[in-house]
């Protein structure tokens, strides 16, 4: 049972950002360190990217584990409460995840994932990640 009421719950997941997240802008930071120059949630593209490389013809998911399933990460917890309402959201979250990638795909997109953990811990490994990644 949550323990919280629910104008206070409702305010809590008001505070969550879909754009400039920590994580977002961790990421950022690493490539315009690196020299890469990019743009941001481009309209035109499916699924709004966090992070596109026209030059590399690569975007960037930054997704946060909890909201898009990060598989065996301790972040991609199961709510106690509302289990239907949550598995039904991680479930469409999941598909809507891969139907966008397919599509940026088949645009001739090269589609890349980091996920919020891994801006959390060894930031020289994640610098090496994305310089891999766009090589």
């Known amino acids: 049972m949550d323990t919280l009421s ?8 008001s505070r ?12 950022r930071s690493i490539l315009h360190q690196l020299g890469y ?15 596109v490389l026209k030059k590399y013809r690569a975007v960037i998911f930054v997704h946060g584990c909890f909201w898009h399933r ?15 309402f949550w598995r039904k959201k991680f479930r469409e979250n999941i598909a809507r995840d891969k139907e966008k990638r397919i599509e ?4 001739g997109w090269k589609v890349h ?19 891999t990644l766009l090589h």
Request: glycine share 4%; with cysteine; hydrophobic share 25%.
């Open 6 to 13: 629910k104008d206070k719950r409702s305010w809590n997941m």
């Open 104 to 107: 940026l795909e088949k645009l």
């Open 37 to 51: 120059r990019f743009r941001l949630h481009r309209k035109d593209l499916p699924g709004r990217p966090d992070i």
């Open 70 to 84: 990060h598989e065996g990460c301790r972040f991609a917890y199961e709510p106690k409460s509302r289990q239907e």
């Open 113 to 131: 994932v980091i996920w919020e953990c891994e801006t959390r811990t060894d930031l020289k490994r994640l610098e090496n990640r994305l310089t």
């Open 16 to 27: 969550i950002k879909g754009k400039d997240t920590k994580p977002e802008l961790i990421v």
